[in-house]
């Protein structure tokens, strides 16, 4: 079992920066890809970003390439998502998930075990 806990949400104008934080519990972290997804009221949670258990492979949503960046440090049972140039669309709550396989999955139905999920709004 894994518990996974998010923080560094906020509200931030537009263009702006926000990283966000997920600790794991547990010692095999380093077994787990690690995902982020998203959910804006009214709408489905989206897949935002994920990466490999090593942290040599990720993958992106296309509406966040080149401003969202994902990071793991395994020692730390940590994982990161790097938000820049923030737009009001990229408001929501944010979560961060954990898939037990080998592949970066952008589906909702990989990941076993998540977060309570931390609040991102950007203004305009």
């Known amino acids: 079992q894994v518990q996974l806990v998010e923080s560094g949400g906020g509200l931030v104008q537009a263009g702006g920066s926000l990283r966000l934080s997920c600790a794991a519990s547990?010692?095999?972290?380093?077994?787990?890809?690690m995902g982020w997804f998203r959910q804006a009221p009214g709408l489905e949670r989206e897949f935002v970003g994920a990466i490999s258990r090593s942290g040599g492979s990720t993958r992106y949503v296309d509406s966040v390439k080149g401003r969202f960046t994902i990071s793991r440090d395994n020692a730390k049972n940590t994982v990161y998502l790097q938000m820049n140039s923030l737009k009001p669309e990229d408001t929501a709550v944010y979560y961060c998930?954990?898939?037990?396989?080998?592949?970066?999955?952008?589906?909702?139905?990989?990941?076993?075990?998540w977060g309570q999920g931390t609040q991102v709004t950007v203004s305009s």
């Open positions: 998930a954990a898939d037990p396989s080998h592949y970066v999955h952008i589906a909702t139905t990989y990941y076993d075990y």
């Open positions: 547990g010692r095999t972290f380093n077994s787990y890809t």
